[in-house]
């Protein structure tokens, strides 16, 4: 399970993993900003992204979680006295009622989801309010990381992606929508809003629509 490998390595992950601060922000820009005051952000691990957060939404709600209780440890340590941000340990696999967000960004996570598009879906249909955003990003290759993930130990080697286009396709059969999506050998990201057919808000009508009935 990633949780033990995660645990085991929370106190090197700041030596090891220096975020880089152009792809990060490269990457949030993709999200639309200017609706955000309450962000989920999943697998948070030591908290690298919460600087980049306040950066674009500086009066954000931020709810961190994460499965590993040693990552949570040492970014609640990082991060005290900062108001507006709430920590959990807890298993984003599992339904749980966390309230509804503007965003919800994962960052350097998803491979390590069992249940990558079920997750995906029930955050966007139950978490997600209507005009919300789910980003789904990473500031390497594919190739980077599942070779990193294959080589690096047995409770993650199985970690993988698939190519953008293929994980939009498994995204869209689930009736998500995709808003934008693109990998390179530097990045990899989606973003994925909810469909009107999943949404509670009543579709505009088509412009010149005559129909009185338009639902
Ligand atoms: C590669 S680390 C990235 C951490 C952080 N986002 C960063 O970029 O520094 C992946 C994180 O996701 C967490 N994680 C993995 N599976 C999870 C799950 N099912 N629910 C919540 N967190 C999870 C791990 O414990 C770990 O802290």
Not at 25 to 49: A, M, P, Q, Y
Request: charged share 25%; with cysteine.
């Amino acid at each position: 399970m990633c949780v033990d490998f995660f645990n085991q390595i929370c106190r090197r992950w700041d030596e090891t993993s220096k975020p880089d601060a152009d792809k990060i922000t490269f990457l949030l820009e993709k999200l639309s900003w200017n609706v955000s005051t309450r962000i989920l952000d999943v697998g948070t691990g030591t908290g690298v992204l919460l600087p980049f957060i306040r950066q674009f939404s500086p009066q954000s709600y931020i709810q961190a979680i994460d499965i590993a209780a040693g990552m949570i440890e040492i970014a609640q340590k990082k991060y005290a006295g900062w108001g507006k941000v709430d920590w959990y340990v807890s298993d984003i696999e599992q339904p749980t009622e966390r309230g509804k967000f503007d965003q919800i960004i994962l960052y350097s996570v998803f491979p390590h989801l069992t249940d990558k598009t079920g997750t995906v879906s029930y955050l966007i249909n139950h978490c997600l309010t209507d005009e919300g955003e789910l980003l789904i990003a990473h500031a390497q290759s594919r190739k980077f990381l599942n070779h990193l993930h294959k080589h690096k130990d047995k409770r993650v080697c199985n970690d993988s992606l698939i190519a953008v286009e293929k994980q939009c396709a498994i995204f869209e059969r689930e009736g998500l929508e995709i808003i934008d999506a693109d990998e390179s050998d530097q990045y990899y990201y989606i973003v994925l809003g909810k469909s009107y057919a999943n949404s509670t808000t009543v579709m505009p009508a088509p412009p010149n629509c005559t129909c009185s009935s338009w639902k």
